[in-house]
């Protein structure tokens, strides 16, 4: 039980100067110095008491409970004493005049005799309270023990996690691996769903290992479907069924729907489906519920568990024989895992010799565990003599039989500074297994003020400093860091560039730590089951997922429930939340619908989010929230404007707005809100709209991400009066200019941009629609850009000298229509030396790469791109010279090789009409081009381009026309250079492909290769009733899935292909116009003779869509069909025999 920092919080609001300077306890200055002595003779005993209470006496747990409960009164009382000094303050500056007649009805309180009244009485109680505690703190004879301090020096950490023992248990666990990977491809041919767990005691890495296993090539390789869910305790069918349609990337809906959904997401497909942490031994309907539904998939899927309990797994297959028991780990790897964490990045040799001496003995306290070896290295690497080591491990037990790993982890937990401990323990509200926003998590922390103040260093500063320290003793597992390549999608287009953040997870048993701590003080509801009601009566900080949580708390209002201090609403509020009228001691509140809200019955509000609401505007009020720190509005997409009294909240520092496309434009003397720090989306208004021009960002220390708009409204003057460039701290900048006929008038574009140069070492810059014919010389001075996107600058001409940009590893240009390339101007040879990303599309003029011949040197022009697009560039005709490099080829160290990207793995090349070269210049005879790691290729719309190059790692190939339906002209001889290699296949087969084509095709390939997927369009060559199409089928026999399409040759059942099929599971067949469905031997028969033997005996999916002349469908001894779908109605005659697991005609 932490309740030390909450006390220092009380106490600190104590001694506020604003209490002394508005006069707000006058008549009550005695009871006020009387509460800071009390409160000050409490915090000397303290940690004593907190101590005593980690030792379960159960005198010093309920005293601390008692001190805990008043510490919440006397923090709502000190907060309205506060609350009120700031509405004197606000007054004083005109808010009372500038909120209208009505003001007095806003405020909670505005009589000063009243308050005076209401306020010393209730002050008196909390004292009467408190001279009990302190009676008894006497009587328990605590002792006064310093609390510790607050570290002063930070351990210099980074966003990402270390990676050192995952990484030894890796290698620990490989042969566990090898067995698991070789039992699930063995079941490749199964039509049972294997159910495989993985049993283990918690903390010895089942999770870790089924992450190995999951995310091995060969199951990758192997299973058409991956997915992973976490369970945890709460096996809700309909909720596991949502998460698992949710992981494959579809819309998660209502429970009536979500089996349905699951059903639909696996069928006919080969899976793998990963249940983590099982808890559900119990209510064996449940599983086979599910079950029922993920019998639908195709053969050989799997699904793999990871679980405490052989109950579970018994459950789940029947029988515990075969379930994979996880043993523990060796100890000269536990040993290894703590001499990693607990040494860090120092050098071997730097080493303390008599700590390293006590490793061994530290491994056999950890239980062959790596969860305990990582937390108790992470503990040790904060003690620096042999003397603290012994007293960790002397202190209590670390492992034993009946708790297992949980004491070291409570013996890590009770090691932190009382702060951290809070911080911590707050995380018990979101549930198992739950992604936490890490930026959301600290703005929570500092709104219930968990963070410490320390002089001259803002809270989310220390709030992330705690964060890092927190994870770097293995309290945290960092999930995600969003990288700048994930905001671009070719195929969706393009998203917000705010979107770099970090999400992290609590492994299960940290998260039972966090839980026993805090108890019923913090709680996650994600279902609507009756047990819940007694969670409410305690929860202070309350975490909702379900649907329509208004019901559940309004059902609380009646019950008594606690004061609510955070309230995180993930599901959606649909009526009135008669809660937040009651109880006005809530500091954090997330809901998503705004105009619910009722400000004078939330004026303790530090924290609220509404993002992602359908509000149109504020409420006009919500200005008298003094204390609001951080109001996210992100994504409400109808959102109009701001209140013009938000100059008013001058406590607030983030105010995100991105997302909100209808603002029109910011609120006036936004200038005034001198603590803001984050501020992601300004909207320039016009003159006289009386709003707030760009000079009113000059005296705010913006960082993070921000995006200027409606920059047509801007002068010269006003750009440079934002003072972009004294913005040290921030990370991603955009300017949006409108497009439009009107605006296209405005000639100030150069002006402004020249007036908006931000700092140095700004990472991600994006410009749009800006009309200038050249851009500022600054931009080859952002020596910290890691990416670049110019959208639609129609005039550009000549782009700087981005080549000078070190660090620049993202690059995206769209829509300049007069750019002609992209290196212009001298003559000395230039290289982007760190790019991974390279985006060119609609530049209608583009046409080459570089302007002077000379700049292109004797190495690669891009050394590291991985990913190259290239899309509607109508003059393009090649890619860059080939230069000479040396890579490994097919296994050969130290080939040489000609490749102007050397390092390329996927590229796509679209709609360009008269690309017909692999390089800009012709090569040496005998000297190919080569892309030695190129993975994927698609290409479409490129009628020119005849031939494919040396790709010796292609996996992935695409040939179409594209959507300018010209005819392409690579052909199949061409492109059978790169099968060998493929995993799958997509090819408009060429129309000057003939049989003589095939014979050649099938001389080179000369073997069956292990293509399992392939779509053909435009394929008549392939149906010919000559024996070279044949042939070359019988190369294709291991296919796994077929789509044919657009083949006017297949008018007959291709009986003589499908018997060489003799792998395939799904077959579609689409836009055939002439099929008939008739076989050609027995043309107008309604039923095949019973004594023929069946065609794809593997058969499980068949799809006919759009053949309009199909008559006649034959199908006998498809032992694994499930359904057949999308028969037209052209069908007459249908015939089925020995196809026992067909479920489904439509």
Request: hydrophobic share 40%; with cysteine; glycine share 6%.
């Amino acid at each position: 039980m932490v309740v030390g920092p909450l006390l220092s919080m009380v106490k600190e609001k104590a001694s506020s100067y604003l209490l002394d300077q508005y006069q707000v306890m006058e008549g009550m200055e005695e009871q006020h110095e009387v509460l800071k002595r009390k409160l000050l003779a409490i915090l000397d005993v303290i940690t004593d008491a907190e101590e005593q209470a980690a030792k379960h006496r159960e005198g010093a747990k309920a005293w601390l409970e008692a001190v805990r409960k008043v510490a919440y009164k006397a923090n709502d009382v000190l907060d309205e004493f506060k609350y009120e000094a700031l509405r004197r303050k606000a007054k004083a500056e005109g808010h009372y005049k500038a909120l209208g007649m009505d003001v007095i009805k806003l405020f909670p309180s505005h009589n000063r005799v009243v308050f005076r009244y209401k306020m010393a009485k209730r002050l008196c109680m909390i004292l009467r309270e408190i001279d009990v505690l302190v009676a008894e703190m006497n009587a328990f004879r605590f002792k006064f023990k310093p609390q510790p301090q607050m570290p002063m020096q930070w351990r210099q950490t980074d966003a990402c996690i270390p990676t050192e023992s995952v990484g030894i248990a890796s290698k620990s666990r490989a042969q566990e691996t090898k067995v698991l990977v070789d039992r699930l491809l063995a079941g490749a041919s199964s039509k049972d769903l294997m159910v495989l767990p993985i049993v283990g005691m918690g903390g010895l890495g089942k999770t870790t290992l089924a992450q190995l296993v999951y995310n091995d090539p060969e199951i990758q390789k192997h299973f058409e479907l991956r997915l992973w869910v976490c369970v945890s305790n709460d096996f809700d069918v309909d909720s596991l069924a949502n998460r698992i349609v949710k992981e494959n990337g579809c819309q998660a809906s209502g429970s009536s729907r979500a089996l349905h959904n699951l059903k639909k997401a696996v069928s006919w497909k080969r899976y793998l489906l990963v249940l983590d942490d099982v808890w559900n031994r119990d209510e064996p309907s449940k599983w086979e519920r599910l079950k029922s539904y993920l019998l639908h998939g195709g053969c050989g899927s799997s699904v793999l568990t990871t679980t405490r309990d052989e109950a579970v797994a018994k459950l789940m297959m029947g029988t515990t024989e075969g379930a994979y028991k996880l043993g523990s780990l060796d100890e000269e790897s536990i040993g290894k895992i703590i001499k990693a964490r607990a040494f860090g990045s120092k050098q071997e040799k730097e080493w303390p010799g008599e700590l390293v001496d006590m490793v061994g003995e530290v491994a056999q306290r950890c239980a062959g565990s790596p969860l305990a070896a990582t937390a108790l290295g992470s503990l040790l690497g904060t003690k620096t003599n042999k003397k603290e080591w012994e007293d960790v491990l002397n202190g209590r037990t670390i492992c034993d039989e009946e708790n297992g790993i949980l004491p070291v982890l409570e013996l890590s937990y009770h090691c932190l500074p009382s702060y951290m401990r809070q911080c911590f323990a707050f995380c018990a509200m979101f549930p198992k297994d739950y992604e936490i926003d890490v930026q959301m998590l600290i703005h929570l922390w500092v709104a219930n003020g968990f963070i410490p103040e320390q002089s001259g260093v803002c809270p989310e500063t220390i709030g992330e400093n705690t964060f890092n320290e927190l994870k770097s003793r293995s309290f945290f597992q960092v999930l995600k860091n969003v990288p700048f390549e994930k905001i671009y999608s070719y195929e969706e287009g393009y998203k917000d560039m705010s979107c770099s953040r970090i999400t992290c997870k609590i492994h299960h048993l940290m998260h039972d730590v966090a839980q026993s701590v805090v108890g019923k003080e913090c709680a996650a509801i994600a279902t609507h089951q009756s047990e819940r009601a007694d969670v409410l009566r305690s929860a202070r900080h309350l975490y909702l997922s379900i649907r329509r949580p208004e019901t559940l708390l309004n059902a609380s209002q009646e019950k008594g429930s606690p004061a609510f201090q955070t309230l995180i609403c993930d599901g959606y509020v649909q009526g009135d939340l008669k809660i937040l009228s009651k109880y006005n001691s809530i500091r954090a509140l997330k809901i998503d619908c705004g105009s619910i809200l009722r400000p004078k019955y939330l004026h303790h509000l530090r924290y609220l989010d509404l993002s992602r609401s359908g509000i149109r505007a504020l409420p006009k009020d919500i200005s008298i929230l003094y204390y609001l720190q951080t109001l996210n509005l992100s994504y409400c997409e109808w959102l109009e404007r701001l209140p013009k009294q938000l100059k008013y909240l001058t406590g607030l520092r983030h105010l995100y707005t991105h997302g909100c496309w209808e603002l029109k434009s910011m609120p006036p003397e936004l200038g005034r809100l001198t603590s803001l720090q984050a501020l992601t989306y300004f909207v320039a208004g016009a003159d006289d709209s009386g709003c707030s021009n760009l000079g009113e960002l000059q005296n705010l220390d913006l960082g993070g991400t921000l995006k200027l708009s409606k920059l047509e409204n801007v002068t010269g003057a006003d750009a440079q009066a934002a003072g972009l460039g004294n913005k040290k701290k921030l990370t991603e900048l955009e300017l949006f200019w409108t497009d439009s006929d009107q605006e296209a008038q405005n000639n100030n574009h150069k002006e402004v941009v020249e007036g908006l140069k931000p700092h140095d070492e700004l990472k991600a810059l994006r410009i749009n629609h800006c009309r200038s014919r050249t851009f500022p010389t600054w931009m080859n001075t952002l020596k910290g850009m890691v990416n670049l996107k110019l959208f639609h600058c129609k005039k550009l001409e000549e782009l700087p000298a981005l080549w000078e940009l070190p660090a620049l590893q993202i690059l995206s240009l769209e829509g300049l229509e007069s750019l002609h390339c992209l290196c212009s101007g001298g003559t000395t040879p230039v290289r982007f030396p760190k790019l991974k990303v390279l985006t060119l599309l609609d530049m209608a003029k583009f046409e080459a790469w570089w302007e002077t011949y000379g700049v292109q040197g004797e190495e690669p022009i891009f050394p590291e791109v991985e990913k190259l697009v290239i899309g509607r560039c109508k003059s393009l005709t090649a890619l860059p010279k080939a230069a000479s490099v040396i890579t490994e080829l097919s296994g050969r160290v130290d080939t040489k090789c000609r490749s102007a990207f050397p390092a390329l793995r996927k590229m796509t090349l679209g709609e360009l009409t008269v690309f017909e070269r692999w390089e800009a210049a012709e090569g040496t005879p005998g000297e190919e081009v080569t892309f030695p790691l190129l993975e994927y290729v698609e290409i479409y719309g490129c009628p020119k381009l005849t031939d494919l190059p040396e790709a010796p790692k292609l996996s992935e190939l695409s040939i179409t026309k594209g959507l300018g339906q010209q005819q392409q002209q690579i052909s199949l001889e061409a492109a059978s250079r790169c099968i060998p290699s493929l995993s799958r296949l997509d090819l408009e087969v060429s129309p000057d492909d003939t049989e003589t084509t095939l014979l050649h095709v099938k001389k080179k390939l000369n073997r069956t290769l292990a293509l399992p997927h392939m779509r053909l369009g435009w394929c008549d060559v392939f149906f010919s009733s000559r024996s070279s199409a044949l042939a070359l089928w019988t190369c294709f026999a291991h296919l796994v899935d077929l789509e044919i399409c657009d083949c006017d040759a297949l008018v007959y059942w291709p009986e003589n292909v499908f018997q060489v099929l003799v792998c395939l599971r799904n077959l579609v067949i689409s836009r055939c116009s002439k099929l008939t469905g008739r076989t050609q031997a027995s043309d107008e028969q309604s039923a095949p003779a019973p004594e023929r033997g069946g065609l794809l005996p593997c058969l499980e999916s068949l799809k006919i869509e759009e053949c309009e002349s199909l008559a006649s469908l034959h199908m006998w001894n498809c032992s694994g069909l499930s359904e057949v779908a999308n028969l037209p109605p052209s069908i007459k005659i249908l015939y089925i025999s020995n196809c026992g697991k067909l479920q489904s005609l439509s």
